[in-house]
């Protein structure tokens, strides 16, 4: 079965959309409001943990931010938006965020080389399918 560019694309959107939701879930059931209270929490802290602590914790809510802009542009079929698909993946292997968001699920229940080895398998999987499934 191949799968058409647009079709690849809205994959990831959904995968994307569905790692928005958990995020926003947990915040909730934590009594936060989601993204703002991070936010919020990171600048108020800074001072305390020092600005590269500080710059670690800007970093992850902006690949928060971005994972919601390649949600609606892959949802669209916006081709490029796959280039901000490729710039995410160095940053979910670093805050070990899969792009196949399900696997989610798994994190703290298997061993965590494995769960890192399907990290950067996802990853693996995401680059090579924006790469040659949209060009």
Same mark, same amino acid.
Do not use: H
């Given at each position: 079965?191949? =799968?058409?560019?647009?079709?690849?694309?809205?994959?990831? +959107?959904?995968?994307? #959309?569905?790692?928005?939701?958990? /995020? !926003?879930?947990?915040?909730?059931?934590?009594?936060?409001?989601?993204?703002?209270?991070? *936010?919020?929490?990171? #600048? +108020?802290?800074?001072?305390?943990? +020092?600005?590269? #602590?500080? !710059?670690?914790? *800007?970093?992850?809510?902006?690949?928060? =931010?971005?994972?919601?802009?390649?949600?609606?542009?892959?949802?669209?079929? /916006?081709?490029?938006?796959? =280039?901000?698909?490729?710039?995410?993946?160095?940053?979910?292997?670093?805050?070990?965020?899969?792009?196949? !968001?399900?696997? @989610? *699920?798994?994190?703290?229940? @298997?061993?965590?080389?494995?769960? *890192?080895?399907?990290?950067?398998?996802?990853?693996? =999987?995401?680059?090579?399918? @924006?790469?040659?499934?949209?060009?």
């Amino acid at each position: 079965m191949t =799968l058409s560019s647009t079709t690849t694309l809205r994959l990831w +959107g959904v995968l994307d #959309l569905l790692q928005l939701a958990w /995020y !926003s879930v947990r915040s909730v059931q934590s009594q936060r409001t989601p993204y703002l209270t991070d *936010l919020l929490a990171i #600048l +108020g802290q800074s001072e305390q943990v +020092g600005g590269m #602590l500080a !710059s670690v914790g *800007l970093l992850a809510w902006c690949l928060q =931010l971005s994972i919601a802009i390649t949600a609606v542009g892959f949802l669209l079929g /916006y081709r490029p938006t796959r =280039l901000l698909g490729f710039a995410q993946i160095p940053l979910r292997l670093f805050f070990i965020s899969p792009s196949i !968001s399900p696997l @989610l *699920l798994l994190a703290g229940q @298997l061993p965590g080389l494995l769960f *890192l080895a399907l990290v950067i398998s996802s990853e693996a =999987l995401k680059g090579w399918s @924006l790469w040659r499934r949209t060009l």
